[in-house]
């Protein structure tokens, strides 16, 4: 079975100050990880994977996030937050083997001007 | 470049009636896949089509969910009969058939059934 976990239900930050944003993941096999975000009243947008090769991962709008297999996390950050970040993140995995994958529960960011 | 589109974008229904909803995904991708969220909670996979056929429903409720895509293009989820925890927003995505980790979403149908 596969499980994906985002410990933290809302996350603040001032604006220009890094973020995290943190996800554990659990699966039988190796992992293919994502990160979305979902604006109000929008669709869900793909943010970067992780399938293999280099741990740090670079996507959209300046997001990154790396894939730690001994600490089974693939937090995602930012070095400098805006407003417009704010948004609600959701976290992926999926196992290689497998065609679904599994979603967190969400984690809110809400940037503080 | 067009999104997903579904519709409708809202639906309030009774229990134990009958809800369709339709989708029409990006052009050009062979993949369309169906979510159901239920408030606070990340989306759960339904369905995942391949063209016209089938790659899994494992985790579609197969009593009372139907989901169709004849042509390879729209797609259609129906509910028969609703019940009060099917009460979710809908989501509908699609992706590049060897591109399946990166999927466009369309706005979703927030269903509320009571």
């Known amino acids: 079975a596969q499980s994906v976990a985002q410990p933290e239900d809302q996350v603040n930050v001032a604006e220009g100050n890094p973020l995290t944003v943190k996800c554990t993941y659990s699966?039988?096999?190796?992992?293919?990880l994502f990160w979305y975000v979902q604006y109000p009243n929008r669709g869900l947008q793909f943010l970067l994977k992780y399938i293999t090769g280099d741990n740090l991962v670079k996507g959209s709008y300046g997001f990154e996030a790396e894939f730690n297999k001994s600490q089974t996390s693939f937090h995602l950050k930012k070095p400098s937050a805006l407003v417009s970040d704010s948004a609600l993140y959701f976290c992926a995995v999926r196992d290689q083997g497998s065609y679904i994958p599994t979603f967190g529960r969400g984690t809110s960011l809400i940037v503080h001007p | 470049e067009a999104g997903v589109a579904q519709s409708p974008r809202y639906k309030i229904i009774e229990k134990r009636q009958s809800v369709a909803f339709w989708c029409n995904p990006i052009?050009?991708?062979?993949?369309l896949y169906w979510y159901q969220q239920i408030l606070g909670q990340g989306p759960k996979l339904l369905i995942q089509?391949?063209?016209?056929?089938?790659?899994?429903d494992s985790q579609l409720p197969k009593d009372r969910f139907s989901a169709e895509r004849l042509k390879g293009v729209d797609s259609t989820l129906k509910i028969q009969p609703a019940k009060l925890e099917d009460s979710a927003v809908y989501l509908c995505?699609?992706?590049?058939?060897?591109?399946?980790?990166?999927?466009?979403f369309g706005p979703g149908t927030r269903l509320t059934v009571t």
């Open positions: 089509f391949q063209n016209n056929g089938v790659v899994d």
């Open positions: 699966v039988s096999g190796n992992p293919y």
């Open positions: 995505a699609s992706s590049f058939f060897d591109r399946d980790y990166e999927q466009y």
């Open positions: 052009s050009g991708h062979a993949t």
